[in-house]
């Protein structure tokens, strides 16, 4: 069942500027990912952050978990049009691969030239 | 690294027919894969864990006898879509567990 909530569902920016999502869950969690798909287009694998970490950061992105708050958030910094994307959340509750991720609605970026 | 591939990219059917779709895990054994369906413009929702040598668990709301699902070898999970409907168009992509979640490319399904 889907758990997470991405707010916003969309996000339109100039290329430059720092785009922000984020993404609530419900239940315990062992990790959270973040995915980019282009339109019409597979997942794209961008960050994992642990239930035990608080930040993490991977060239212009930075994720931070608050499990306390059951929310995450991805910053992409200095966007670019090639950014232009929808990008979801994920949870995994065991993280030994037995349950699959439940995802986010997801938010659909659009980064303006 | 971890690859899976998914067959076909996109497939095209009448309505009332059935459609296979394949996906293998090509430098590794899966002893369990997973099929999610995405409807344009929303999220991806899991239907159905695929168990190698078992049945397949699915996700409630998602008819077993609809969306049939074989997992005869360690490298590869079928799903097949039975009697297909055009409410059936969506976006079926498959995934795999090795240390972490690999996906397929995905399958444009399109009921005409």
């Known amino acids: 069942s889907q758990q997470g909530e991405e707010d916003p569902q969309a996000l339109s920016i100039q290329e430059g500027e720092n785009a922000t999502m984020n993404c609530s869950y419900k239940?315990?969690?062992?990790?959270l990912q973040w995915y980019r798909q282009n339109s019409g287009r597979g997942l794209v694998h961008l960050i994992l952050i642990r239930s035990n970490e608080r930040e993490k950061h991977s060239g212009r992105l930075r994720v931070t978990l608050d499990t306390s708050k059951k929310s995450s958030s991805l910053l992409i910094t200095a966007s670019r049009a090639a950014d232009t994307a929808s990008y979801f959340c994920a949870t995994d509750a065991t993280g030994g691969g037995a349950d699959g991720l439940t995802f986010g609605k997801g938010t659909h970026l659009i980064i303006q030239p | 690294g971890a690859v899976v591939s998914q067959h076909p990219s996109w497939v095209i059917c009448k309505s009332g027919t059935s459609v296979k779709i394949e996906c293998r895990s090509l430098d590794f054994q899966a002893t369990t894969m997973f099929w999610y369906r995405q409807f344009p413009k929303q999220s991806l929702m899991l239907m159905a864990t695929s168990n190698e040598g078992s049945k397949a668990t699915y996700e409630q709301g998602v008819e077993k006898d609809k969306f049939l699902i074989n997992h005869a070898s360690l490298t590869l999970s079928t799903l097949t879509v039975t009697s297909a409907h055009p409410e059936d168009s969506s976006f079926y992509i498959c995934?795999?567990?090795?240390?972490?979640?690999?996906f397929g490319s995905g399958t444009r399904l399109t009921v005409v």
């Open positions: 239940t315990s969690i062992n990790n």
């Open positions: 995934s795999a567990w090795r240390g972490g979640y690999t």
